[in-house]
T-cell receptor
Framework: DTGVSQNPRHKITKRGQNVTFRCDPI?????LYWYRQTLGQGPEFLTY????????KSRLLSDRFSAERPKGSFSTLEIQRTEQGDSAMYLC????????????FGQGTRLTVV | AQSVTQLGSHVSVSEGALATPRCNYS??????LFWYVQYPNQGLQLLLK??????LVKGINGFEAEFKKSETSFHLTKPSAHMSDAAEYFC???????????FGQGTELSVKP
């Protein structure tokens, strides 16, 4: 297993467009997390799943953001009607609850809204 | 609200010197504690973690950290910094196994030759 994989690595989009990012976690991991990181800041929690169930969403997550993990494997994060303030690095992480406590991160998707 | 504070957004040391990014958290309940490193345009890599047991934990690349409950701190230490240690370091806490992480704002470590 090569770790957590995120696609695309970079995305440039025009304001108002919709974008979708994909995350493939480490194969046996049952928890999957999304974080957002802006320049010079630490990552901020957005949402997480256990298997296919979305267990928590941050109050930071506006209605324009939606995440799914339909079969408990990969996950997608969609942003509708993008705004310039959505420009950030979107990080995905996964962990195996009950086996270890740490989350393993992907390399992120950098979104630029122009 | 639960929070993590990293005092000093930038630490600069000479090669071979001691480097000590600092981390404090706000809670009377001991959390799970982590240090991650991030290189430019990369994701985060776990350096070390504290869950239970021995309060001095050792991680990869010669890093270590000590959990001090009375001070609600988990400061990172690299006894002899190397040029390759130049990166951003993030302290993170979680109050449940597998729970969401709360990150500090990061400390950029610079290592001068």
């Amino acid at each position: 297993d090569t770790g957590v994989s995120q696609n695309p690595r970079h995305k440039i989009t025009k304001r108002g467009q919709n974008v979708t990012f994909r995350c493939d976690p480490i194969s046996e991991h049952n928890r999957l997390y999304w974080y957002r990181q802006t320049l010079g800041q630490g990552p901020e929690f957005l949402t997480y799943f256990q298997n296919e169930a979305q267990l928590e969403k941050s109050r930071l997550l506006s209605d324009r953001f939606s995440a799914e993990r339909p079969k408990g494997s990969f996950s997608t994060l969609e942003i509708q009607r993008t705004e310039q303030g959505d420009s950030a690095m979107y990080l995905c992480a996964s962990s195996l609850v009950g086996k270890n406590t740490e989350a393993f991160f992907g390399q992120g998707t950098r979104l630029t809204v122009v | 609200a639960q929070s993590v504070t990293q005092l000093g957004s930038h630490v600069s040391v000479s090669e071979g010197a001691l480097a000590t990014p600092r981390c404090n958290y706000s809670s009377s309940v001991p959390p799970y504690l982590f240090w991650y490193v991030q290189y430019p345009n990369q994701g985060l890599q776990l350096l070390l973690k504290y869950t239970t047991g021995a309060t001095l934990v050792k991680g990869i690349n010669g890093f270590e950290a000590e959990f001090k409950k009375s001070e609600t701190s988990f400061h990172l230490t690299k006894p002899s910094a190397h040029m390759s240690d130049a990166a951003e370091y993030f302290c993170a806490v979680s109050w449940a196994q597998g729970g969401k992480l709360i990150f500090g704002q990061g400390t950029e470590l610079s290592v001068k030759p």
